[in-house]
């Protein structure tokens, strides 16, 4: 297969719950509730369908409500069937919290896959005012998060009210939506190292077979390259010359 699996996804966990004894800039004195997975929204990307699967989607969720096992266990699923796995701060924050959660209920880790972190692709390519998620929604115009109370929809959540899961499960939803539409924005812009579509003559990025031929360059050790364009995302693609030449005498 020359097109990668691309699942792009984005979790929700609670807070650790601490008692501490004053309000301001305190440590914690101890912890009273360790955190757990709340929600995961998830998106192949090529499909339409955007998925959110949250804790109470699960059988026992009355009982216990802070069981995560069969969620992150649905995840796991995902991570193995994964080539790329796509998030927003998540080198920092969704890889790392789901393998917390994977290595705590006993899953070995997921087979290998290629991480993207959009956030880090915003800081590496652009100076954005701010790289957060919203902020990157509000300068391209596509879109925001969904508004919440804050930590007061994640405390609802944790008491099972399920108005707030509602709610949580909106927002959840909103950010996998959200983090395509940047994923796509600032594709082209990346690396070789992230290409997601390894068919010869195709963009790697997108896969499209529109390319313009763009002259040539130079590379490193005097090699010549013919350069192209994709016409459907902008993204530049080089080819070794000979290998190229060789390809269009055949
Ligand atoms: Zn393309």
Not at 1 to 22: A, R
Not at 124 to 150: A, H, P, Q, W
Not at 204 to 223: A, F, N, P, V, Y
Request: hydrophobic share 30%.
């Amino acid at each position: 297969m020359s097109k990668l699996k691309v699942l792009l996804y984005d979790i929700e966990n609670t807070p650790i719950v601490v008692t501490t004894w004053g309000l301001w800039e305190q440590n914690a004195i101890e912890k009273l509730e360790e955190w757990y997975m709340l929600s995961y929204s998830y998106k192949w990307l090529g499909e339409k369908e955007v998925h959110v699967v949250a804790l109470p989607d699960f059988p026992g969720y009355k009982n216990d409500k802070s069981n995560d096992k069969k969620l992150v266990e649905s995840l796991h699923k995902l991570f193995e069937e994964a080539d790329v796995i796509v998030a927003h701060n998540g080198n920092q924050h969704d890889q790392k919290k789901s393998n917390a959660r994977f290595i705590f209920h006993g899953f070995n880790p997921p087979s290998p896959y290629k991480e993207i972190d959009t956030k880090l692709v915003a800081k590496r390519y652009f100076k954005f005012d701010s790289n957060s998620l919203n902020n990157l929604g509000t300068y391209l115009k596509i879109g925001n998060k969904v508004e919440n109370s804050g930590i007061k929809l994640w405390r609802s959540c944790m008491e099972g009210d399920m108005k707030a899961w509602k709610l949580m499960k909106k927002y959840n939803r909103q950010d996998v939506v959200l983090l395509e539409k940047v994923y796509l924005k600032l594709r082209p812009w990346m690396n070789s190292g992230t290409k997601i579509n390894t068919e010869k003559g195709s963009c790697e990025s997108c896969g499209s077979d529109h390319l313009q031929s763009r002259g040539s360059s130079i590379c490193q050790g005097g090699i010549k390259k013919h350069r192209f364009q994709c016409q459907s995302c902008g993204r530049w693609k080089t080819i070794n010359y000979n290998n190229h030449k060789e390809k269009c005498q055949k």
